[in-house]
């Protein structure tokens, strides 16, 4: 079983390397020695040579103890090739840390049949995730004080969330109904002329890229509030980037995700199509025929740091792009303070209708 899992010692020390965004190589977390891709490939690649046919091997050793039928069968057993662990993930899991000897760990079995075609490495590392979250607390006047002073990170993770990333053509039919109104005097009278016209528009619109997270584990709405990536930066598939950082294969395939990938260039077709009506006025869409012609998709891995905080008793969960440092998350309202808000606000207002009805007036009465 250690031979379907794969990890990275440093040359120099036997401690664990971990990728590191800034040098965009592997360091050592105890001697900070660093290894480009091309060294690490030459230290270990008979490793992961032997890690991935081992991989293939359809009779895995699962180890069920008391989980019940359902649970494990989406569970695996794993040693840690470091320390000889026994390590438990779930069945999409494709990098994982071992929790005596922390040696970041890559399931190479789930590469076999679920490798990435692509992966996006981290550009930000831990240190500046936390400095983020804590900037993106300024500015919210509605966020509690004992929030941003005695709120703490309970959690933070870098995680490679799995994505198709789709690209299509897709075919526009689109018919509306248009005025233009026209205003001109004969005589005394003004008269007003409206022309009604049917405008027809047919083409194409060609997307490249169009991401859908193919996690159900992640929430879709952070996903799509973290986007976009800089698709240049995409790395052929190594398991180097993984090194330090958490991943899972799939478990959306690429056809149940697809319906979310083609609402999202239906809705940009219909608004790129629309913006070439120009000149009229009452625009009302009167018909609209959009298919996908032509479409496929490539398996990618992107980078997030996921922040977990805990406050009040409650649980709020912090997305941040991994490589361009955009950030969603909820946080909660002080009441207090919006009863207080709303109260000065409205005093000010009916403070100003006093002062404009005292001067139209002619004073209080």
Not at 116 to 143: C, I, N
Not at 156 to 182: C, Q, S, T
């Amino acid at each position: 079983m250690a031979d379907q899992l794969s990890n990275y010692k440093c040359p120099n020390c036997g401690g664990p390397l971990r990728f590191d965004p800034e040098s965009q190589q592997l360091k050592c977390s105890y001697c900070d020695s660093t290894f480009t891709q091309a060294e690490v490939d030459a230290f270990y690649k008979a490793d992961e040579q032997l890690a991935a046919s081992q991989g293939t091997d359809t009779q895995w050793g699962t180890d069920t103890g008391d989980w019940s039928q359902e649970e494990a069968a989406h569970m695996r057993a794993y040693n840690c090739p470091s320390c000889g662990a026994q390590l438990i993930a779930d069945d999409t899991t494709a990098v994982t840390v071992c929790p005596y000897c922390s040696n970041p760990t890559v399931v190479a079995a789930q590469f076999v049949t679920k490798k990435p075609q692509f992966v996006l490495p981290f550009q930000l590392d831990k240190e500046k995730a936390v400095e983020l979250l804590t900037e993106f607390y300024k500015g919210k006047p509605l966020l509690p004080r004992q929030f941003k002073s005695h709120n703490h990170i309970e959690e933070i993770k870098g995680v490679y969330v799995p994505f198709w990333l789709y690209n299509g053509v897709m075919d526009a039919d689109m018919v509306f109904k248009g005025e233009r109104v026209m205003q001109f005097t004969q005589g005394d009278e003004v008269i007003t002329e409206t022309s009604h016209y049917q405008i027809i528009r047919r083409g194409t619109v060609t997307f490249s890229g169009v991401p859908a997270d193919a996690s159900s584990k992640m929430p879709d709405e952070y996903m799509d509030a973290i986007e976009p990536y800089d698709y240049s930066l995409l790395k052929d598939f190594d398991t180097m980037y993984l090194a330090g950082y958490m991943a899972d294969s799939y478990d959306v395939d690429e056809e149940a995700d697809r319906a979310r990938a083609d609402r999202r260039m239906t809705a940009s077709t219909v608004t790129a199509i629309s913006s070439t009506v120009n000149g009229f006025t009452g625009l009302v869409p009167e018909r609209s025929t959009i298919t996908r012609i032509d479409g496929a998709a490539a398996y990618a891995f992107l980078p997030v740091w996921l922040l977990s905080t805990r406050w009040n008793g409650n649980n709020y969960l912090f997305a941040v792009n991994g490589e361009t440092g955009k950030i969603v998350g909820d946080m909660p309202t002080d009441k207090q303070l919006l009863i207080s808000w709303w109260l000065k606000i409205t005093l000010g207002l009916f403070a100003v209708i006093a002062i404009v009805l005292y001067f139209m007036g002619g004073g209080f009465l």
